[in-house]
């Protein structure tokens, strides 16, 4: 909902304000978020917070539908994937109309696909993640005189002497979200980004049963022996922390990482690196941040300003510096960013045209929030039951994501 403040004496007109659900709660994270706040400040409008922690934004997702309910949805919200499609479906989300947003042009198809229903547009596309990464210390690697890893079998076998050094080996948190992103990651690497979407999205019977599913859990059981003790409750940028700290050498992550780095002061290439996970160099695992908007009156102040803050040049390069993305406009340079995002940027655009990009699950860009649950449920249990067999994994997930077709 949006409110006109009262104009204080000083002032000379009223600022409006927007009130904003989202779940950037870590640093990094509201780092980037306070690049928002400024520049709508900037233009006399006011972003009320309503961060909801949790990453991944499982949690933000229960409090937006509570608040829907409610009917006190809030004015804007983060809203990610074909879950946009969903709540533009039943009719909560303001359609939205602006020159800029409207031209297809300025957006990659999976950013256009995301954000249309029906030829009408409904979501503003901030930032794109790369998600298949490892971020890593180098100074570990260095002292050690260790190789940085390009194949699994090398990270794995660097683990001993990372042990002896009193180092883990791979920095994870035990979270539902947590798991099935690394678990995505690896089916990835595993079997190609065309078997990814055979086995997520068309659930083909022959993905389905393929032996590569059950390769894959067995991977995540491989890395799970490389991390330490103290998962449970671990946020990843607790875990991110552990590698900057060089308590961590390696962590797998999205690059939010990146923003998170960013934020306490660290600098690519010497106190973090990153190389694409084992398999997947020309790969791009993504997700798409996105902002959805409530508001009854379209045209009121609140609705072109925040479109068109978002879609501004100058906000979408520096928002994704801030939060370690690239700018879901395909028509801005990436001159000023690192090379870790610039060769996101550069995959992003060769996968977009030879079939190797694959939209991240454990992120919500290809299935139902209840499609996603059973996935987590799943991949959770698994990770924290030893007595699950891979085997038994593969058949219980293709039984689910056959069932849920
Ligand atoms: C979102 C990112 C966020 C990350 C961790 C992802 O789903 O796309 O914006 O930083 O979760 O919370």
Redesign the pocket.
């Known amino acids: 909902m949006w409110i006109t403040l009262i104009a204080m004496p000083t002032c000379a007109y009223a600022m409006q304000s927007l009130e904003v659900l989202h779940?950037?709660t870590?640093s990094g994270?509201q780092q980037s978020a306070a690049v928002l706040k400024e520049r709508l400040a900037d233009r006399n409008l006011l972003w009320v917070d309503y961060p909801v922690r949790g990453?991944?934004?499982d949690s933000a997702m229960a409090v937006l539908k509570a608040r829907v309910i409610d009917r006190s949805p809030p004015g804007a919200a983060?809203i990610?994937g074909p879950d946009i499609q969903h709540w533009a479906q039943l009719g909560f989300l303001s359609p939205l109309h602006h020159a800029q947003l409207d031209d297809t042009s300025l957006f990659y198809p999976v950013v256009n696909e995301l954000i249309r229903v029906q030829g009408q547009t409904v979501a503003i596309p901030l930032s794109i993640?790369r998600i298949n990464w490892m971020w890593l210390n180098p100074s570990v690697f260095e002292r050690l005189d260790i190789p940085l890893p390009t194949t699994w079998s090398q990270l794995e076998s660097s683990a001993p002497v990372l042990r002896a050094a009193g180092i883990i080996p791979l920095a994870h948190g035990n979270e539902p979200w947590q798991n099935a992103t690394l678990f995505e990651i690896v089916l990835l690497s595993q079997a190609g980004a065309s078997f990814y979407r055979q086995y997520f999205i068309d659930r083909d019977e022959s993905a389905l049963t393929d032996p590569s599913v059950v390769a894959a859990f067995e991977q995540l059981r491989t890395l799970k022996t490389l991390m330490d003790p103290h998962i449970n409750q671990r946020e990843?940028q607790q875990a991110s922390r552990l590698v900057a700290d060089g308590e961590a050498a390696v962590q797998i992550m999205?690059d939010?990482v990146k923003?998170e780095f960013s934020a306490w002061g660290l600098v690519p290439g010497e106190d973090y690196l990153c190389l694409p996970v084992p398999g997947t160099n020309e790969q791009h695992l993504y997700?798409?941040?996105t902002f959805v908007m409530f508001l009854d009156e379209p045209n009121a102040v609140p609705m072109p300003t925040f479109i068109d803050t978002l879609l501004s040049p100058d906000l979408q390069r520096d928002f994704s510096l801030a939060?370690g993305t690239i700018p879901a406009r395909k028509d801005l340079p990436v001159t000023a960013f690192d090379d870790c995002s610039r060769a996101s940027h550069h995959v992003f655009g060769q996968a977009s045209q030879s079939g190797m990009l694959a939209p991240s699950i454990a992120?919500?860009m290809a299935m139902s929030p209840e499609s996603e649950d059973a996935v987590f449920e799943i991949v959770h249990r698994f990770f924290n039951d030893e007595r699950m067999t891979p085997e038994l994994a593969a058949i219980q997930l293709a039984q689910t994501l056959r069932a849920l077709k």
Request: glycine share 24%.
């Open positions: 779940w950037w870590s994270e990453g991944g934004g983060q990610i993640h990843w999205g939010w923003g997700s798409i941040d939060k992120h919500s």
